[in-house]
């Protein structure tokens, strides 16, 4: 439920509403805005009663949020919520942020090549794996905090802040360490320990769909992050599993407008694990800039073949820079504009 003050309503007002909704047993959160403060009731797992709360003074309206989730909710929120995970670097804007980089980091040489390599070809961010969710337990599993710091000297070298994921707990805490933003993959998308626990952060986190996830379940698991405090989250659609085995998974994008009807968060789209296939990602990370992801997040490689985890759907830097271009003159004919990695613009103009 949501209480929306009348314009002018004085701080005293707004604390007996405060007070009435915790008398209630629920939780309150005061929300100031430009125009008016609402005042949002969380606890609630039904429809909660508002008469008490409608005639108290200052109460303009109260709304009830229809959705079992609610503060990602449009309801809740009707303006875009805005995700900046380093300075210029923001989500859900006009601007798309472009995030690339290999599945895994491997090496120094590895990771610091291909942060030159996309940082040239117009990303914004850097992607790369330092705790990896494999299905066997035989395979590349990361390099752990080793990853982490190589991620530090590449994000020193280029300027591009890093997106890199935390598997659990335990990972979290290095993983916050060293990341601006804190991936959670598709498999922990439930995870609902992980995600009090990066609800309790204070940095930026991107959301994947889980592979069997509707998008209520998304947007359920983006309201533990919420309601643990941290509003500063990215979802991602990264495909979800079919009966067609001709892609990896099926890209879901009819999931961007449909999430962005919903919800006030950015979305993203993940091209590279949607399909799985190399040749495919670029015409689906045009596709996702063109259903109006806030931003694309790419698997890019140095030497894709000798990739140590996903080569199969990584692309090899000359692909990518002609995705940047391509995607570039999508989003201008949407009214977007492609965001430029940080410092390009200056020295473009001198
Ligand atoms: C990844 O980004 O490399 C990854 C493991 O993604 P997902 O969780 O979507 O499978
Ligand atoms: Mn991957």
Known sequence: MLVVMQH????????????????????????????RTAIGLVGNDGRVDGSRIEGLPGVAEVIHVTKPYKQVS?????????????????????????????????????????????RAAGATALRGGAFKP????????????RGLELLALARAETGLPIVTEALDEE?????????????????????????????RARKPVLLKRGMAATIV??????????????????????????FDTMT????????IPLVQRLSHLPIVA??????????KVLPMGRAAVAAGADGILVEVHPNPDRAMSDGAQTLFPEQF??????????????????????????????
């Open 134 to 145: 494999r299905s066997s337990p035989y395979s590349f599993q990361g390099l752990g905090k």
């Open 270 to 279: 993940d091209p590279s694990h949607g399909t799985g296939l190399r040749d």
């Open 248 to 255: 990896r998974n099926l890209f879901d994008l009819t999931a």
């Open 8 to 35: 002018g309503a004085t701080p005293e007002q707004v604390t007996r509403v405060v007070e009435v909704i915790k008398e209630m047993g629920y939780d309150a959160r005061p929300m100031p805005g430009e125009q």
């Open 321 to 350: 820079t002609q995705l940047v271009r391509e995607v570039r003159a999508i989003a201008s004919a949407i009214g977007r504009t492609v965001a430029e990695p940080a410092g390009t613009a200056a020295s473009a103009t001198g």
């Open 217 to 242: 379940d998304l947007l359920l698991s983006a309201e533990y992050l919420l309601a643990e405090g941290n509003d500063q989250v990215i979802l991602c659609e990264r495909g979800i599993r079919s």
């Open 171 to 199: 990972s979290l805490e290095q993983v916050l360490e060293y990341a601006d933003c804190v991936q959670i993959g598709a498999r922990n998308m439930q995870n609902f320990s992980l995600l009090r626990a990066a609800g």
């Open 74 to 118: 449009r309801e809740w929120k009707a303006e875009n919520t805005i995700v900046t995970i380093a300075p210029g670097v923001s989500f859900g804007g006009k601007e798309i942020q472009i995030v690339a980089g290999p599945c895994s980091v491997e090496s120094e040489e590895q990771i610091v090549t291909a942060a030159r390599q996309v």
